[in-house]
């Protein structure tokens, strides 16, 4: 497997700030992904970690990072008035990996529960001043994927919904690992609100066994949007698609990797 190097990723120089974790391959293949947890998780989640290790191996330069809820409160899940701040968040996260450069190499780092201090470069004064960033005008990557599991994967899909008309080249598509479609056993409780707006590209990988899901009610989901979807079935998984306790579903990232880049039409 190609080399890696994993650091330290904060920003503190943002409000929402960004913190995580930075993959870089030693072959970069000019790609990028932007990577974020479920609701009562962190950047630490074993998926995760496998799927940023699989698609740095790859090429990928990879950012997982922690949701500003998540920064605030080490444990639980978001509240209520949490939504709009993570998607800043994940929006401060894509300015910040497409304008930072250079990183020490810290081979194996954040692995496990490990926090670091280390600060990137600063950001320019725009960013800092919270406005004025164009993702047109400073892109770093040929293609910059934004990618969440479960509440970090439906904030994913509603910012680029509200962005559509403002930054419709935010990223180059939408990775959406078991999408919350409606709380489980309420199905009566659709999120689809944003969905007619939704007009980046989406790839979906969800469980057949998702309680917040099923199969049927996805491709209900999926007819809503208005941008190329693609949903992939794992059978037999639940929310957490194989990676539970100390479980892991080896085969799923790699998986995962080949319809992203069968879907975005990537040479591998």
Same mark, same amino acid.
């Given at each position: 497997?190609? /080399?890696?190097?994993?650091?330290?990723?904060?920003?503190?120089?943002?409000?929402? #700030?960004?913190?995580?974790?930075?993959?870089?391959?030693?072959?970069?293949?000019?790609?990028?992904?932007?990577?974020?947890?479920?609701?009562?998780?962190?950047?630490?989640? #074993?998926?995760?970690?496998?799927?940023? /290790?699989?698609?740095?191996?790859?090429?990928?330069?990879?950012?997982?990072?922690?949701?500003?809820?998540?920064?605030?409160?080490?444990?639980?899940?978001?509240?209520?008035?949490?939504?709009?701040?993570?998607?800043?968040?994940?929006?401060?996260?894509?300015?910040?990996?497409?304008?930072?450069?250079?990183?020490?190499?810290?081979?194996?780092?954040?692995?496990?529960?490990?926090?670091?201090?280390?600060?990137?470069?600063?950001?320019?004064?725009? =960013?800092?001043?919270?406005?004025?960033?164009?993702?047109?005008?400073?892109?770093?990557?040929?293609?910059?994927?934004?990618?969440?599991?479960?509440?970090?994967?439906?904030?994913?899909?509603?910012?680029?919904?509200?962005?559509?008309?403002?930054?419709?080249?935010?990223?180059?598509?939408?990775?959406?690992?078991?999408?919350?479609?409606?709380?489980?056993?309420?199905?009566?409780?659709?999120?689809?609100?944003?969905?007619?707006?939704?007009?980046?590209?989406?790839?979906?990988?969800?469980?057949?066994?998702?309680?917040?899901?099923?199969?049927?009610?996805?491709?209900?989901?999926?007819?809503?949007?208005?941008?190329?979807?693609?949903?992939? #079935?794992?059978?037999?998984?639940?929310?957490?698609?194989?990676?539970?306790?100390?479980?892991?579903?080896?085969?799923?990232?790699?998986?995962?990797?080949?319809? =992203?880049?069968?879907?975005?039409?990537?040479?591998?």
């Amino acid at each position: 497997m190609p /080399e890696t190097s994993i650091r330290a990723f904060t920003v503190n120089s943002v409000d929402p #700030p960004v913190r995580g974790f930075l993959h870089t391959p030693e072959t970069p293949n000019g790609n990028a992904l932007v990577l974020t947890h479920g609701a009562g998780s962190n950047a630490q989640a #074993p998926l995760l970690v496998a799927l940023a /290790e699989t698609f740095a191996a790859a090429g990928f330069t990879v950012l997982r990072c922690d949701l500003p809820y998540r920064q605030t409160r080490s444990y639980g899940p978001p509240g209520p008035g949490d939504a709009a701040r993570d998607r800043a968040g994940l929006r401060n996260a894509i300015a910040a990996l497409n304008t930072n450069q250079g990183a020490p190499r810290l081979p194996g780092f954040g692995r496990s529960g490990d926090r670091d201090t280390e600060v990137a470069p600063p950001l320019s004064r725009s =960013l800092r001043q919270g406005g004025g960033f164009d993702p047109t005008k400073s892109k770093k990557y040929e293609n910059v994927f934004l990618a969440g599991h479960s509440y970090g994967g439906r904030q994913s899909s509603m910012l680029c919904a509200e962005l559509a008309d403002q930054a419709p080249d935010l990223v180059a598509g939408l990775l959406l690992l078991s999408y919350p479609l409606h709380p489980p056993r309420k199905p009566e409780q659709q999120r689809t609100q944003h969905l007619p707006n939704l007009r980046t590209p989406a790839l979906f990988i969800q469980g057949t066994r998702d309680p917040f899901a099923s199969i049927a009610e996805m491709e209900q989901a999926l007819k809503m949007i208005p941008a190329r979807t693609k949903l992939v #079935p794992i059978e037999g998984a639940g929310h957490d698609l194989g990676f539970k306790g100390k479980m892991k579903n080896a085969e799923l990232p790699r998986l995962v990797f080949s319809e =992203l880049t069968n879907f975005f039409e990537l040479s591998s």
